[in-house]
C-alpha cells in the first residue's frame, strides 16, 4: 500500500539521509516532489515556485523535496515517488530562492521557508534539497502572488493570484473568487458584512419551482414534507441546469468530466444538511473509502452553505460535490488524466482508468446510501444518472478496456461510439451498493461495445451481478 507522509515524518527522514524510504510514497497535502531544481531564470518556473510555496502557506504548511521522481500511479489516485535523483549541495543557490519569494509574494511569509541540502547516508557527496513551509498564522492570509507571466514568457506585475493546497494539488483560485473576496473585503470596511476565510465561486442556484405537480399533502404530513418541492420527475426540468451550474462553478464546463446524480424517487429533505456537526455533513467532507489513495466521490473537506438550498465541497478544475436539501446529489470531475483517465498513457486519446470509473461509482452510490437514510421521509427508490462529456481528445473518442488495472492491461480495447452519454437507472433505495453500481458501470460498458461479462471487479451474488469491493481492495493492496 503507497504510503502518505507526514511534514513531520519527511523531516525525519530528510535527517537520517535515508531517501529510499520516501519510495512508494504518495504525494499528498503536506508532501511533494520535484525530480529538478526550479530554474529561477525563467519566470514561468519563478511562477511555478511562488504558487507551489503558498499554496501550502494558505493550508497548514508543508515540504517540497527537489530529488524524488514521481510517477502517476493508475491504481492510487496520486503521484506516487518512484525514484532518487540526487543533487550535488552546490546545484541550487538558496538566497535566489529567498529572493524570489519575497519579491513575488504578499505579504511576506512570517516565517520564512527553510532551504536546506540533505546528504544521502549512502554518499555523503550527493543528496537532495528540502523547502519546508511552516504553518503560517491565518491573520496574515492569503498570501498572494503578485506577479503573472505571459503565455509569451513575459512578466505582468498588474495581475495577482492566490492558491492553496488541497489534496496533491496546489489548486489556483479563480479570477471569480478573488472578485468576491476584494469585493467583500471593501463591504466589511464598510461595516455592511463580515470577511469570511474563504469565499465560494458565485453560481446561479437553481431551486425547484413549486408546480401544480407537487404531491398533496394532507393534515398529518410532516412539515418537511410539506415544505418539499421535489420530485424526481421535477427533477428533469431542472437537473441539467444544476448539473451545468455545478459544472460551471468547477471550471469544467468546457473540460471532458464524468458526471454521477441521485435523486430520490420522491418528496424529501435533508434536514440536517446545515448542521456543522451532523452525519450528513461528516458524510459529504469525508466520503467512503475502500482502501488508502483509492478513488472516491472526495471534493475536499471544507464545505460550504450555497444560497441556502445546498451544500458544496469544491476543488477548483478538478472536483465538486454539492448535496441539495431536497436530496440532489451530484458529483462531477474532470475526465482527463488529471480524474478520469488517470495514469493515461495514450497521448492522442483519453483513455479511461477503469478502476477509477468502477470504484468512484461504487464509493459514489454507497455515500448516496449513507446520506439518504438521514432524509425525511427516506426516499423508497433513488434514480441514479452516469455520464460522460466531451470526451474526446485530437477528434478522438476516449478508450476503454475489459479486464483490470494492471500496468492499464492487455484486455480488449474499444473506442466510445461518441464523445458523450448519459443513461439513467431507478433502484430500490434498500438495492445493495454493488449491485447498483455494476448496473450503472454496466450502462458504460455496453455504451463500449463490451459484455458485461468484460466488466472487472465483479462477483455473482444473491442479487445478481455486483461490483465486488472486497476484490478491488485484493487486487491493489499497495
Known amino acids: 500500500m503507497a504510503k502518505q507522509l507526514s511534514a513531520a515524518e519527511c523531516t525525519m527522514i530528510l535527517k537520517q539521509g535515508t531517501f529510499n524510504r520516501f519510495i512508494g510514497a504518495m504525494e499528498g497535502d503536506e508532501f511533494e516532489c520535484k525530480a529538478e531544481p526550479y530554474r529561477l531564470d525563467d519566470k514561468r518556473q519563478k511562477f511555478e515556485f511562488a504558487k507551489d510555496v503558498s499554496s501550502f502557506a494558505n493550508a497548514r504548511g508543508g515540504v517540497i523535496i ?47 521557508p527553510e532551504v536546506k541540502w540533505f546528504p544521502s547516508h549512502t554518499d555523503r557527496s550527493k543528496g537532495v534539497f528540502a523547502i519546508s513551509i511552516d504553518n503560517q498564522p491565518s491573520q496574515w492570509r492569503p498570501f498572494l502572488i503578485t506577479k503573472s507571466v505571459e503565455p ?33 473585503g471593501l463591504r466589511a470596511e464598510a461595516g455592511n458584512t463580515m470577511l469570511s476565510e474563504r469565499v465560494e465561486i458565485p453560481t446561479s442556484v ?56 441521485a435523486v430520490p424517487d420522491q418528496p424529501t429533505n435533508i434536514p440536517d444538511l446545515f448542521l456543522r456537526r451532523s452525519a450528513v455533513v461528516k458524510v459529504m467532507e469525508n466520503p467512503p473509502h475502500l482502501r488508502y489513495a483509492g478513488f472516491s466521490p472526495d471534493a475536499g473537506s471544507d464545505s460550504r452553505i450555497i444560497g441556502g438550498e445546498l451544500r458544496r465541497t469544491l476543488i477548483p478544475g478538478h472536483r465538486i460535490l454539492e448535496l441539495w436539501r431536497d436530496g440532489t446529489l451530484i458529483f462531477a470531475q474532470i475526465g482527463s488524466e488529471d480524474g478520469l483517465s488517470w495514469g493515461n498513457k495514450v497521448p492522442d486519446a483519453y483513455k479511461i482508468n477503469q478502476l477509477a ?122
Open 357 to 478: 470509473l468502477i470504484e468512484t461509482t461504487l464509493q459514489f452510490v454507497t455515500m448516496a446510501g449513507d446520506l439518504y437514510r438521514h432524509a425525511r421521509p427516506a426516499p423508497a427508490k433513488i434514480q441514479f444518472w452516469i455520464e460522460l462529456r466531451r470526451m474526446m481528445k485530437r477528434d478522438k473518442n476516449a478508450m476503454l478496456t475489459s479486464g483490470i488495472i494492471e500496468d492499464f492491461g492487455m484486455g480488449d480495447l474499444k473506442l466510445a461510439p461518441k464523445q458523450a452519454v448519459s443513461r439513467t437507472i431507478t433502484v430500490q433505495s434498500d438495492q445493495p451498493a454493488g449491485r447498483t453500481a455494476f448496473t450503472l458501470v454496466a450502462e458504460i460498458y455496453r455504451w463500449f461495445g463490451f459484455d458485461d461479462d468484460d466488466i472487472p471487479y465483479t462477483d455473482e451474488a444473491a442479487e445478481g451481478r455486483i461490483i465486488s469491493p472486497q476484490m478491488i481492495i485484493d487486487l491493489h493492496k499497495k
Open 152 to 184: 509569451d514568457g513575459t512578466q505582468s506585475a498588474t495581475m495577482f493570484g492566490y492558491a492553496e493546497r488541497q489534496l496533491d494539488r496546489s489548486v489556483p483560485m479563480g479570477v471569480q473568487q478573488l472578485h468576491l473576496l476584494i469585493r467583500d
Open 66 to 112: 527537489i530529488g524524488l521522481e514521481t510517477e502517476r500511479d493508475a491504481v492510487l489516485s496520486g503521484d506516487v515517488v518512484m525514484a532518487q535523483r540526487l543533487l550535488d549541495e552546490g546545484i541550487i543557490n538558496i538566497s535566489k530562492y529567498h529572493d524570489v519569494l519575497i519579491s513575488w509574494l504578499y505579504p511576506n511569509l512570517q516565517t520564512t
Open 206 to 261: 437553481v431551486p425547484i419551482p413549486v408546480e401544480e405537480t407537487r404531491p398533496d399533502t394532507s393534515p398529518h404530513d410532516t412539515r418537511s414534507v410539506r415544505d418539499a418541492t421535489y420530485t424526481a420527475e421535477l427533477f428533469n426540468k431542472v437537473g441539467p441546469s444544476r448539473i451545468e451550474s455545478a459544472l460551471t462553478t468547477a471550471n469544467l464546463d468546457g473540460s471532458p468530466a464524468f458526471v454521477l446524480t
